[in-house]
């Protein structure tokens, strides 16, 4: 069984960039596809970014694509979201998540971080 425990979150200013870590404490991390999720107040909980389990294959939602980057290291048994050009639409909750699948629903996957927070102003 996975656990996932996301960081990175904090305040930024628009156009700045940060960088979102989900750090996964089983030893099938590897295993497993991986995303990012994220959740603004009021709304559902939207998928943004995937990627394979190898690293080979990735996949954006269209309104981060060109500008935030997902990645991971199984040898760290860590993943990685880079965000750059940062808007103030982008303030959420951001979780990352395992699947046993290559998805974009959250319902498709497993294994859940905490959540991290980040705020970005305008």
């Known amino acids: 069984q996975e656990q996932l425990v996301d960081s990175g979150g904090g305040l930024v200013q628009a156009g700045d960039s940060l960088r979102l870590s989900c750090a996964a404490s089983g030893r099938t991390f590897s295993n497993y596809h991986a995303g990012w999720f994220r959740q603004a107040p009021g709304k559902e909980r939207e998928f943004v970014a995937a990627?394979?389990?190898?690293?080979?294959?990735?996949f954006y939602a269209d309104s981060v694509k060109g500008r935030f980057t997902i990645s991971r290291d199984n040898a760290k048994n860590t993943m990685y979201l880079q965000m750059n050009s940062l808007k103030p639409e982008g303030t959420a909750v951001y979780y990352c998540?395992?699947?046993?699948?290559?998805?974009?629903?959250?319902?498709?996957?497993?294994?859940w971080g905490q959540g991290t927070q980040f705020t970005v102003s305008s």
């Open positions: 998540a395992a699947s046993v699948v290559f998805a974009t629903s959250h319902v498709d996957y497993d294994y």
């Open positions: 990627i394979s389990w190898s690293g080979r294959s990735t």
